[in-house]
């Protein structure tokens, strides 16, 4: 099956092949409902435990299967009901099993809210002598790390009141999505072909790279115009959520805000501060790079409108997905033949959904169900972004599936730090493997463009998010109020760093933060950095074939969440607390900004 016709299929016009098997969660809707109602019974069940704790290993045990027991099926339930919606967004009754789904996850959350604590509240030597039982093993690293929380955790009633206190604190970033996506109207603008359009989000992002420079332009100063209207409302969310984030943080006794985040995966705060200095340190390729882009484009001054033009001609490329699997086959072969194994039973066993249909949730994303396989939704449109977009979210699911068949549920989850390495490795991959076997020279071109403007948009430019962001915390925690001229400054002078002396800093670029959702995700976006800079690391140990960097790279995805992510890094061959990953990304930067170069003006 192909998306070439104009309009598209329904549902039930995708054919069976291309579509994800939900049915491996539940055969039929009735066993959802009675696995629904059998976690709504666990609930008074796990209360029972309540106080009885530090009574004996066994009851521990058995407090913590239960737990285990009603994450796993709610894990399933709820998967069941979001995949199944995102097939048809529309579909009332899906919807509906979302939202019931919903209200149960937080029934569970605070049901057992009460647990952390109360183990926390054991003596630590009758702690220690149950974790001799061997009964108790699996919860080891689970235990250490609790342990090394300890201080953060209160007590069960004020846990539980943190925990229902979650809906209430949202308010900043549910009006910032409100107020962004739904309520703010963009203004029209002509189009390269003179045909007005009216522009939005997601159209900016297909404007913003038109080879017409007026375009560019209309779209860069209407889009950031709107923002700029509203300016001080945006100051006054950002403002909301530092401050929700300022009072979860010191209500757990975290010395900042950074620390607080940084605290589940136990990523020392040097980590963040070093990356932001290592690139502050090596912004002259990023300069180097919009100078020639600036000379390529044969433009007498380069604008904040002209950075993401294409130096490459327009090329296409129609990959049909059979051809899509076998690029993503042959470029992840580095990867090994267990590997290799495992990727072919995701591509042919009902992993994927492939093709768009009428109402299907856009963009792609990976879904992991304990005790059944990932699922992968995709809207293949032959294009090449498409074939990279396959190769990263199955590197996702390959993580996911490793990491359940060897992890016991307390330790299969990765977190969020080591989540983006699998699936950014294998986007690597298939680059390098396409750049060493594209011989037209339009196409290499093309793929040199891509990789270049990945790390400036993924490395450079998430680490300017990541700065910024810090300077606000550093400014809200020392009292001094973000008003919308300040964040105004601030930005403007990060992008003038950042690009460099060629670049012409609009003063549109200015509210830019406002646009920026990951501002809300509470310190998130330095991980894009690490994550690429750890996937290239790796990458380039299973390319030049070092010994035994194929077996740790496995190693790291079976790894799940068994120790902190630091460690799990170092022993697949990296160590982010050093500057090194960091600096091998931007010398390979730095290389193929010379491959550019050569390309662009060799004769």
């Given at each position: 099956?192909?998306?070439?016709?104009?309009?598209?299929?329904s549902r039930d016009?995708v054919?069976?092949?291309?579509k994800?098997?939900?049915?491996?969660?539940?055969?039929n809707?009735?066993?959802?409902?009675?696995?629904?109602?059998k976690?709504?019974?666990?609930?008074?069940?796990?209360l029972?435990?309540k106080?009885t704790l530090?009574?004996?290993?066994?009851?521990?045990?058995?407090?913590?299967?239960?737990?285990d027991?009603?994450?796993?099926?709610?894990?399933?339930?709820?998967?069941?009901a979001?995949l199944h919606?995102?097939?048809d967004?529309?579909?009332?009754?899906?919807?509906?099993?979302?939202?019931?789904t919903?209200?149960?996850?937080?029934?569970?959350?605070?049901?057992?809210?009460?647990?952390?604590?109360?183990?926390?509240?054991?003596p630590?030597?009758?702690?220690?002598?149950?974790?001799?039982?061997?009964?108790l093993?699996?919860?080891?690293?689970?235990?250490?790390n609790?342990?090394?929380?300890?201080?953060?955790?209160?007590?069960?009633a004020?846990?539980?009141?943190?925990s229902?206190?979650?809906?209430?604190t949202?308010?900043?970033?549910?009006?910032?999505?409100?107020?962004?996506?739904?309520?703010?109207?963009?203004?029209?603008?002509a189009?390269e072909?003179?045909?007005?359009?009216?522009?939005?989000?997601?159209?900016?992002?297909?404007?913003?790279?038109?080879?017409?420079?007026?375009?560019?332009?209309?779209?860069?100063?209407?889009?950031f115009?709107?923002?700029?209207?509203?300016?001080n409302t945006?100051?006054?969310t950002l403002?909301?959520?530092?401050?929700?984030?300022?009072?979860?943080?010191?209500?757990?006794?975290?010395?900042s805000?950074?620390?607080?985040?940084?605290s589940d995966?136990?990523?020392?705060?040097?980590?963040?501060?070093?990356?932001?200095?290592?690139i502050?340190?090596?912004?002259?390729?990023?300069?180097?790079?919009?100078a020639?882009?600036?000379?390529?484009?044969?433009?007498?001054?380069?604008?904040?409108?002209?950075?993401?033009?294409p130096?490459?001609?327009?090329?296409?490329?129609?990959?049909?997905?059979?051809?899509?699997?076998?690029l993503?086959?042959?470029?992840?072969a580095p990867?090994?033949p267990?590997?290799?194994?495992?990727l072919?039973?995701?591509?042919?066993?009902g992993?994927?959904?492939?093709y768009?249909?009428?109402?299907?949730?856009?963009?792609?994303?990976?879904?992991?169900v304990?005790?059944?396989h990932p699922?992968?939704?995709?809207?293949?449109?032959?294009?090449?972004?498409?074939?990279?977009?396959?190769a990263?979210?199955?590197?996702?699911?390959?993580?996911?599936?490793?990491?359940?068949?060897?992890?016991?549920?307390?330790?299969?989850?990765?977190t969020?730090f080591?989540?983006e390495?699998?699936?950014?490795?294998?986007?690597?991959?298939?680059?390098d493997?396409?750049?060493?076997?594209t011989?037209?020279?339009q196409?290499?071109?093309?793929?040199?463009?891509q990789?270049?403007?990945?790390?400036r948009t993924t490395?450079?430019?998430q680490t300017?998010?990541?700065?910024?962001?810090k300077?606000?915390?550093?400014?809200?925690?020392?009292?001094?109020?973000?008003?919308?001229?300040l964040?105004?400054e601030?930005?403007?002078?990060?992008?003038?760093?950042?690009?460099?002396?060629?670049?012409?800093?609009?003063?549109?670029?200015?509210?830019?933060?406002?646009?920026?959702p990951?501002?809300?995700?509470?310190?998130y976006?330095?991980?894009?950095?690490?994550?690429?800079?750890?996937?290239?690391?790796?990458?380039?140990?299973?390319?030049n074939?070092?010994?035994g960097?194929?077996?740790?790279?496995?190693?790291?995805?079976?790894?799940?969440?068994?120790?902190?992510?630091?460690?799990?890094?170092?022993?697949?061959g990296?160590?982010?607390?050093?500057?090194?990953?960091?600096?091998?990304?931007?010398?390979?930067?730095?290389?193929?900004?010379?491959?550019l170069e050569?390309?662009?003006?060799?004769?």
């Amino acid at each position: 099956m192909s998306q070439t016709t104009t309009g598209l299929p329904s549902r039930d016009q995708v054919q069976s092949e291309y579509k994800w098997h939900v049915e491996d969660i539940y055969a039929n809707e009735d066993l959802w409902q009675t696995d629904f109602a059998k976690v709504k019974d666990s609930l008074p069940q796990i209360l029972q435990y309540k106080e009885t704790l530090a009574q004996s290993a066994g009851k521990l045990l058995s407090c913590l299967k239960l737990r285990d027991d009603i994450n796993i099926t709610a894990g399933k339930l709820f998967a069941y009901a979001r995949l199944h919606r995102d097939e048809d967004t529309a579909n009332a009754k899906y919807q509906s099993l979302v939202g019931k789904t919903e209200g149960l996850l937080a029934e569970a959350s605070a049901a057992t809210s009460f647990i952390e604590p109360e183990i926390l509240a054991i003596p630590d030597e009758i702690l220690a002598a149950f974790r001799r039982d061997q009964s108790l093993a699996e919860y080891s690293f689970y235990f250490d790390n609790l342990t090394r929380l300890k201080q953060h955790v209160l007590s069960p009633a004020e846990e539980e009141i943190l925990s229902r206190s979650v809906e209430a604190t949202q308010a900043s970033e549910t009006t910032f999505n409100m107020l962004a996506h739904a309520d703010m109207k963009f203004p029209e603008i002509a189009g390269e072909d003179g045909k007005i359009i009216a522009l939005s989000e997601g159209r900016y992002r297909s404007l913003i790279m038109s080879t017409d420079r007026r375009v560019r332009k209309d779209a860069f100063t209407g889009l950031f115009g709107t923002y700029n209207a509203f300016r001080n409302t945006f100051a006054a969310t950002l403002s909301g959520n530092v401050k929700k984030n300022m009072f979860y943080a010191r209500t757990r006794k975290y010395n900042s805000t950074l620390e607080s985040a940084l605290s589940d995966g136990n990523i020392p705060v040097s980590v963040y501060e070093n990356l932001v200095a290592t690139i502050n340190k090596n912004l002259a390729p990023l300069h180097r790079y919009v100078a020639l882009k600036k000379k390529a484009l044969n433009l007498d001054s380069i604008h904040m409108y002209d950075l993401y033009t294409p130096l490459a001609k327009e090329v296409k490329f129609n990959i049909a997905y059979s051809d899509g699997l076998k690029l993503v086959r042959d470029g992840l072969a580095p990867l090994g033949p267990e590997y290799s194994e495992i990727l072919n039973k995701g591509l042919t066993s009902g992993w994927i959904d492939v093709y768009e249909n009428k109402g299907k949730q856009t963009g792609a994303y990976c879904w992991g169900v304990y005790g059944v396989h990932p699922f992968v939704l995709l809207n293949y449109n032959n294009r090449l972004e498409d074939v990279s977009t396959l190769a990263h979210e199955m590197g996702h699911a390959i993580h996911s599936y490793y990491s359940q068949a060897t992890q016991p549920y307390a330790t299969s989850q990765y977190t969020i730090f080591t989540a983006e390495v699998a699936s950014t490795t294998n986007e690597i991959l298939l680059n390098d493997f396409l750049l060493k076997t594209t011989t037209d020279k339009q196409k290499k071109l093309y793929l040199i463009n891509q990789y270049l403007e990945m790390v400036r948009t993924t490395v450079y430019r998430q680490t300017m998010f990541a700065e910024f962001e810090k300077s606000i915390y550093d400014k809200a925690e020392s009292g001094e109020t973000l008003t919308a001229d300040l964040l105004d400054e601030m930005w403007h002078d990060l992008n003038a760093k950042y690009y460099g002396p060629e670049i012409v800093v609009d003063t549109e670029i200015d509210i830019e933060w406002a646009r920026i959702p990951h501002f809300y995700w509470n310190f998130y976006v330095y991980q894009y950095v690490t994550g690429y800079a750890a996937a290239t690391t790796l990458a380039e140990n299973m390319l030049n074939e070092s010994d035994g960097a194929q077996q740790r790279y496995i190693g790291f995805l079976k790894s799940g969440g068994s120790d902190y992510p630091i460690n799990i890094l170092k022993k697949a061959g990296v160590d982010m607390s050093t500057p090194q990953p960091i600096e091998l990304t931007l010398n390979k930067f730095s290389n193929m900004l010379d491959e550019l170069e050569k390309l662009l003006f060799s004769s």
